[in-house]
């Protein structure tokens, strides 16, 4: 009879156990989760009643049911009530309004989030959560207007534009192109005034730009910018590899780059035409890209002319299409000028600058690449030896480097680069000085000039 009893209450002991312990994973368990949903509304501040709202709804164990309503006023419109038959998980609203709240006079509206979870705590009801936040209604688009700009822009060019763009709550503001570039502009002489230079790729066939601005409510508005594109034709070149070519620079480069043990000659061609001139060129184009915030009044910038009687011995703009033994191996644009004078010639710049790289960059070897202000850049590749370091201010005529064969190379040349916001454009314009005057100091002369009169 004792040993029963005490097995009797051995076994209560244990049941009672297993209770509490199934009540405490039951009490930790995503079922029973305690925690309300989340819900975030990402329009803050501003609205303009119409660009979509977007809402973020996230809960542990899922969602059984949400209700977004929006109230000005007497008036309320329900954007969104929904009831789940089985639980979803996190939810991301992008919700229009109807037509007729459009005209809404008020200038506030409210807008509010009920949510609830699929968790059975609360006697199965679940954990609910709202939210409510109130939106300054604001209908008002940009302000955006080109004040002046280049005339023409030249396939593979630059050219400039001017604008003035003004909201009381701008976000953000850029001239975008046909082939999605943004070039970021800088602030112009005046309160609510900008400038940037604009390029057109020499990859690119057609070029448009427009000027786009968006203020914190989600009103847009665009702008086209009026210079007429130019299509300038450029040189397709057919190369026939040689063995001594592949042999010689473009092995040496290939192995000394980490090519596969086991590529034959074309893949190691390939290897330095293809992927070590995208890597390269990323590392220009990421230097390239910067632009400052600072208020500038122009861009005071000599004709350049890097090397003394420096012959061209490539032009820019060549598409380059290799074959090799009588097929098709491989292509590149070139997207320099190259000049040659004698060997180790010194580099100078025409135009004060600040270093923003001077290193080793794979096929353009030992390569400076100078800063002019307003997204302006110029490189110089295949140098022997570098005269100046990354953060250097330099002057007008100072010596920053001597031409060589570094990278991919075969004759001592330089080649030079000229960048506007990371693309390559034409060298020549910008050694041309009537060309900087009529295409980027004149339009900012004028545009100074009619933000006087204003
Ligand atoms: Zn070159």
Redesign the pocket.
């Known amino acids: 009879m004792r040993k029963k009893s005490n097995f009797g209450s051995m076994m209560a002991t244990a049941i009672f156990l297993a209770i509490i312990g199934g009540v405490i994973y039951l009490y930790n368990s995503v079922m029973f989760e305690r925690d309300k949903p989340n819900i975030v509304i990402e329009n803050s501040g501003f609205w303009n009643l119409r660009a979509p709202l977007k809402i973020k709804i996230d809960d542990a164990s899922g969602l059984t049911a949400y209700k977004v309503t929006l109230k000005s006023g007497e008036e309320s419109f329900v954007l969104a009530d929904e009831l789940f038959v089985s639980p979803a998980g996190s939810q991301t609203l992008e919700l229009k309004t109807p037509k007729r709240a459009y005209a809404l006079k008020n200038s506030e509206v409210t807008v509010s989030v009920e949510a609830t979870d699929a968790s059975k705590w609360n006697f199965m009801a679940g954990n609910s959560a709202s939210k409510k936040v109130t939106l300054q209604v604001d209908k008002k688009r940009p302000y955006i207007s080109t004040i002046a700009s280049s005339y023409r822009i030249i396939k593979g060019g630059s050219a400039v534009v001017v604008f003035k763009a003004e909201d009381n709550n701008m976000e953000e503001f850029y001239v975008e192109t046909n082939f999605g570039k943004r070039f970021k502009a800088q602030p112009f002489y005046k309160e609510g005034y900008y400038v940037t230079l604009i390029a057109w790729p020499v990859t690119e066939d057609t070029f448009r730009a427009t000027i786009i601005a968006k203020d914190s409510a989600g009103n847009v508005a665009k702008s086209s910018v009026p210079v007429i594109p130019y299509n300038k034709r450029y040189r397709t070149s057919h190369i026939k590899l040689s063995d001594h070519f592949l042999n010689g620079k473009v092995s040496e480069l290939a192995y000394a780059y980490g090519v596969d043990d086991n590529a034959d000659i074309i893949e190691r061609f390939k290897f330095v035409n293809e992927e070590m001139r995208h890597n390269n060129e990323e590392v220009i184009h990421e230097i390239t890209s910067k632009v400052s915030d600072k208020m500038i009044n122009n861009l005071p910038i000599k004709k350049m002319y890097p090397l003394k009687n420096g012959q061209v011995v490539?032009q820019f703009g060549d598409h380059r299409i290799y074959s090799y033994k009588g097929e098709e191996v491989s292509e590149a644009y070139?997207?320099?000028?190259?000049l040659a004078s004698n060997a180790m010639s010194p580099i100078k710049t025409q135009n004060p600058a600040v270093v923003a790289f001077a290193e080793e960059n794979g096929i353009y070897g030992n390569m400076p690449v100078l800063y002019h202000g307003l997204g302006l850049y110029t490189i110089y590749?295949?140098c022997s030896t570098l005269m100046v370091k990354e953060g250097d201010t330099i002057r007008s005529k100072e010596t920053i480097a001597k031409t060589g064969r570094s990278g991919y190379?075969m004759g001592d040349?330089l080649?030079?680069?000229v960048l506007v916001q990371g693309i390559e454009v034409r060298p020549q314009e910008w050694m041309d000085q009537d060309w900087i005057r009529k295409s980027i100091t004149d339009p900012m002369r004028e545009a100074r000039k009619l933000i006087n009169q204003r």
């Open positions: 490539a070139h997207l320099g000028l190259d590749g295949h190379a040349h080649h030079f680069g």
